[in-house]
């Protein structure tokens, strides 16, 4: 696993198209037990090189109901985003992944891991590539019809500020999903 995880941290399929270069950023161990599928690293996890130290991070693991100390442990989760490279910024918010990444290196970084027992699909593009033709006609209901898709999945909004007005207009998240989701992650770490 350390060996691949080399490779795609020194992956460079689609520098010539991102505005600050390539830093891709994942993170595993072959015994991680959650996989967190999520859309691409902001600006902040770029210059920093770690995903999730930021406000979108802390309110992830406020929804997994984890400390800073159990998520960024490999054992727990392993963390891989949909385009590994920060994308650049668009209108109303990054610009979605590079599509390079899902297919060059998804199936062979799942298929190294050996303890897989949940993957938490985090916002639209992970659900779209892993729920193929039973995902539901949106976000929302895929979100609310979260038990449809377990054992495997569970899949989540992103927590980037931008869906503040998602999370207002559907409150139900946080009062009746969240708490499934924490008790799914709790069974599981």
């Not at 050996?114 to 892993?130: F, P, R, S, T, W």
């Amino acid at each position: 696993m350390q060996k691949l995880l080399s490779e795609i941290r020194n992956c460079k399929a689609c520098a010539e198209n991102l505005p600050l270069g390539p830093r891709p950023i994942v993170a595993a161990n072959e015994n991680s037990r959650i996989v967190l599928v999520s859309q691409a690293p902001g600006r902040k996890a770029h210059e920093k090189n770690k995903a999730y130290d930021d406000p979108s991070g802390r309110k992830l693991r406020k929804w997994l109901g984890v400390t800073e100390e159990q998520f960024y442990n490999p054992d727990n989760f392993a963390i891989l985003p949909m385009g590994f490279c920060y994308p650049g910024k668009g209108k109303t918010g990054d610009l979605p992944p590079r599509k390079e990444c899902a297919p060059l290196w998804h199936n062979v970084f799942l298929g190294n891991l050996k303890n897989v027992q949940l993957v938490v699909l985090i916002g639209k593009y992970a659900q779209d590539q892993y729920l193929g033709n039973s995902a539901k006609k949106n976000l929302t209901q895929n979100v609310s019809d979260y038990a449809d898709f377990l054992p495997n999945y569970f899949p989540i909004p992103h927590p980037s500020p931008v869906n503040g007005f998602w999370l207002r207009k559907n409150p139900w998240f946080e009062t009746d999903v969240v708490p499934a989701l924490q008790r799914h992650i709790s069974e599981l770490i």
